[in-house]
């Protein structure tokens, strides 16, 4: 049985490594790297801002409800304030005819401008908390806007990351490391926020 030549496989492997070297394999594999972890980083910051425009747009529905409720109670007071005028009225027509009012005109006139109060009362706690909720909303808006900000910048690096694998420029995957940085600083920011 003839022998079969022998191939220094550990020769071969090293030429291949060599070559692949010698064509920017590491330079690749790190651009693949840094390309998947902008990746990662472009996702999580597009789900972020996803959910913050979604809870300030629930916010700004709910500020919407409350003003509603606000405009409610201000209709309700009015109309108190005319029963109130009627009564009022009422007892002065008794009086500009020399007799003496009945005294249910009074009580009601007390009664609907005791009630005005409550409602009053109401309706300035709807105002607060609309505010509250616009001031939460246009705070998830602003952070909003950073996650988005850093979504854009992940793109642009990745795209970037793209070019220098093609051109094996390095300078371009410096250029792609860059303004990621400047992605994960803004989304940071937007995370800590």
Do not use: C
Not at 1 to 24: Q, V
Not at 133 to 148: I, N, R, Y
């Amino acid at each position: 049985m003839p022998e079969e030549p022998e191939i220094d496989t550990e020769k071969l492997h090293e030429a291949i490594k060599e070559e692949l070297e010698h064509e920017g394999g590491s330079f690749l594999k790190m651009i693949s790297l840094t390309t998947a972890i902008l990746a990662v980083l472009a996702a999580i910051a597009s789900l972020k801002a996803g959910a913050t425009v979604n809870e300030a747009l629930v916010l700004k529905t709910e500020a919407a409800r409350l003003q509603s409720e606000s405009s409610d109670q201000w209709a309700y007071y009015q109309a108190k304030g005319v029963k109130a005028a009627i009564q009022e009225a009422s007892r002065t027509s008794w009086l500009a005819i020399g007799k003496l009012p009945p005294a249910e005109y009074d009580q009601k006139k007390n009664r609907y401008v005791d009630e005005q109060g409550e409602i009053q009362k109401k309706a300035l706690d709807k105002e607060h908390q609309r505010d509250e909720k616009l001031k939460e909303s246009d705070h998830l808006l602003h952070v909003h806007h950073g996650f988005a900000g850093s979504v854009a910048l992940f793109q642009v690096s990745i795209a970037l990351g793209a070019v220098a694998a093609l051109t094996r420029l390095r300078l371009v995957w410096f250029g792609s490391m860059l303004v990621g940085a400047a992605g994960i600083i803004i989304f940071s920011l937007a995370l800590f926020h």
